[in-house]
């Protein structure tokens, strides 16, 4: 028995393996350091059990395909991820496990993965993505426009909504709950959205769609519940923050046929394990799993025009991830937020192009003359990148506009 799980140069057949790519930091020739990972995250150890068969190696084990530079490419059987029970932690633990604390290995970060359909096709997938967001809010080519409620945590049931309100008055098609806010005594999740909820079916009698993301995230064993509870006083999106929730936290979601609205995915906590390149989980990674799950819509960053660290060949590499080909599984809308204002909007939208939801949280409240005014600011910096005219010139028709920019800059 080779041992070795070495296949370099072999071409895998993509329906028959789950494929990793790892970028590598280690004093061992980039073939043993590939074979380190393949070995410890399918059937090997540190020494040679007695009890691995050939046949177990063959059928189960790991392939490293590709060792070259930094970057090792390994393929995973698909029967390795069968059965019933497992998912996503199960494919995580196989594939982004114990190989990040090998001591052998100074830095590993999973890069990008590939899955098969037989996979996939077990999980939901978006339930309305991009197309059937566009259609709920009526806005068939512009980017979907949003807030999120500040300040953060604070605010009671009704400012709340006032603010919800507000927003959606200076046109705005999205708005939602902070990730850190959601059942805190100062602002119960029953009485929010019931708050909001009314707002929203005033502002729809008065011509304008909107929606809000509530967030439940929540224990386990309680999700659906807070769902339930969300639903019954009208929410019409739900929110997960889907790194301190777990990606099964979104699938039951997706798959309860009494869910049935929109699924709004938050990425707090992803800096802990996205943001060191030579450790960790890409982005990327995550989206693809995140859209496999059944995310509606979920955060990439801000293109690098935002207040959160930024790759911007990541967060493009982030957005194909969301959108490209998978197996006919729904497209999932990107969604934009951090630091936002309407002077970064040519810039942003030039990078993204129009399939993406842009939120703006300071960006709209801090507006001197308040939320209604900085939601039409917003509103109207995306109206002139959108048209191609320069902001300068649309800012001296548009006093809000001129406002915001005199705030805070062009950039």
């Given at each position: 028995m080779k041992n070795e799980y070495l296949a370099l140069g072999e071409e895998l057949d993509p329906e028959g393996y789950l494929i990793c790519d790892y970028r590598v930091k280690s004093d061992l020739p980039i073939e043993t350091a590939g074979s380190r990972i393949a070995e410890e995250e399918s059937t090997g150890t540190w020494t040679r059990p007695t009890t691995l068969t050939e046949d177990i190696y063959e059928r189960y084990?790991?392939?490293v395909v590709m060792a070259q530079g930094n970057m090792v490419r390994v393929g995973y059987p698909v029967i390795d991820f069968s059965g019933e029970f497992g998912g996503v932690p199960q494919i995580l633990s196989i594939i982004a496990g114990n190989l990040f604390g090998l001591e052998s290995l100074r830095g590993v970060r999973l890069q990008d993965i590939w899955i098969p359909k037989v996979i996939t096709e077990r999980y939901p997938g978006p339930r309305y993505g991009i197309s059937g967001l566009r259609k709920i809010l009526d806005r068939p080519e512009k980017p979907l426009i949003g807030t999120i409620v500040k300040p953060k945590i604070g605010l009671p049931p009704k400012e709340f909504a006032d603010y919800v309100y507000e927003a959606g008055k200076g046109g705005l098609t999205n708005s939602k709950d902070d990730e850190t806010l959601v059942d805190?005594?100062?602002?119960?999740l029953e009485a929010r959205v019931s708050?909001?909820?009314e707002k929203l079916d005033l502002l729809e009698e008065e011509g304008h769609p909107m929606i809000h993301a509530h967030n439940i995230s929540t224990s386990a064993h309680e999700i659906l519940d807070a769902a339930d509870i969300a639903l019954e006083n009208g929410a019409r999106q739900l929110m997960v923050d889907v790194f301190t929730e777990g990606f099964s936290?979104?699938?039951?979601?997706a798959e309860d046929p009494?869910?049935?609205v929109p699924l709004h995915v938050h990425r707090a906590m992803h800096g802990a394990f996205t943001r060191d390149p030579e450790h960790g989980i890409s982005m990327p990674?995550?989206?693809?799993l995140v859209r496999m799950v059944g995310g509606d819509s979920f955060h990439i960053g801000t293109y690098g025009t935002g207040k959160m660290h930024a790759n911007i060949s990541e967060e493009l590499h982030?957005?194909?991830a969301l959108t490209e080909e998978m197996h006919g599984i729904h497209p999932t809308i990107p969604v934009s937020s951090g630091g936002l204002h309407p002077g970064h909007m040519p810039e942003l939208m030039a990078k993204s192009g129009n399939d993406v939801q842009i939120q703006a949280g300071g960006g709209v409240s801090g507006h001197p003359d308040g939320v209604r005014a900085g939601a039409t600011a917003l509103m109207q910096a995306v109206d002139a990148a959108f048209d191609g005219i320069p902001l300068r010139e649309y800012a001296k028709s548009h006093d809000e506009l001129r406002k915001a920019l005199e705030t805070w800059g062009y950039r």
């Amino acid at each position: 028995m080779k041992n070795e799980y070495l296949a370099l140069g072999e071409e895998l057949d993509p329906e028959g393996y789950l494929i990793c790519d790892y970028r590598v930091k280690s004093d061992l020739p980039i073939e043993t350091a590939g074979s380190r990972i393949a070995e410890e995250e399918s059937t090997g150890t540190w020494t040679r059990p007695t009890t691995l068969t050939e046949d177990i190696y063959e059928r189960y084990g790991a392939k490293v395909v590709m060792a070259q530079g930094n970057m090792v490419r390994v393929g995973y059987p698909v029967i390795d991820f069968s059965g019933e029970f497992g998912g996503v932690p199960q494919i995580l633990s196989i594939i982004a496990g114990n190989l990040f604390g090998l001591e052998s290995l100074r830095g590993v970060r999973l890069q990008d993965i590939w899955i098969p359909k037989v996979i996939t096709e077990r999980y939901p997938g978006p339930r309305y993505g991009i197309s059937g967001l566009r259609k709920i809010l009526d806005r068939p080519e512009k980017p979907l426009i949003g807030t999120i409620v500040k300040p953060k945590i604070g605010l009671p049931p009704k400012e709340f909504a006032d603010y919800v309100y507000e927003a959606g008055k200076g046109g705005l098609t999205n708005s939602k709950d902070d990730e850190t806010l959601v059942d805190q005594d100062f602002c119960p999740l029953e009485a929010r959205v019931s708050a909001v909820s009314e707002k929203l079916d005033l502002l729809e009698e008065e011509g304008h769609p909107m929606i809000h993301a509530h967030n439940i995230s929540t224990s386990a064993h309680e999700i659906l519940d807070a769902a339930d509870i969300a639903l019954e006083n009208g929410a019409r999106q739900l929110m997960v923050d889907v790194f301190t929730e777990g990606f099964s936290g979104v699938q039951v979601l997706a798959e309860d046929p009494s869910v049935g609205v929109p699924l709004h995915v938050h990425r707090a906590m992803h800096g802990a394990f996205t943001r060191d390149p030579e450790h960790g989980i890409s982005m990327p990674v995550a989206c693809k799993l995140v859209r496999m799950v059944g995310g509606d819509s979920f955060h990439i960053g801000t293109y690098g025009t935002g207040k959160m660290h930024a790759n911007i060949s990541e967060e493009l590499h982030s957005e194909k991830a969301l959108t490209e080909e998978m197996h006919g599984i729904h497209p999932t809308i990107p969604v934009s937020s951090g630091g936002l204002h309407p002077g970064h909007m040519p810039e942003l939208m030039a990078k993204s192009g129009n399939d993406v939801q842009i939120q703006a949280g300071g960006g709209v409240s801090g507006h001197p003359d308040g939320v209604r005014a900085g939601a039409t600011a917003l509103m109207q910096a995306v109206d002139a990148a959108f048209d191609g005219i320069p902001l300068r010139e649309y800012a001296k028709s548009h006093d809000e506009l001129r406002k915001a920019l005199e705030t805070w800059g062009y950039r």
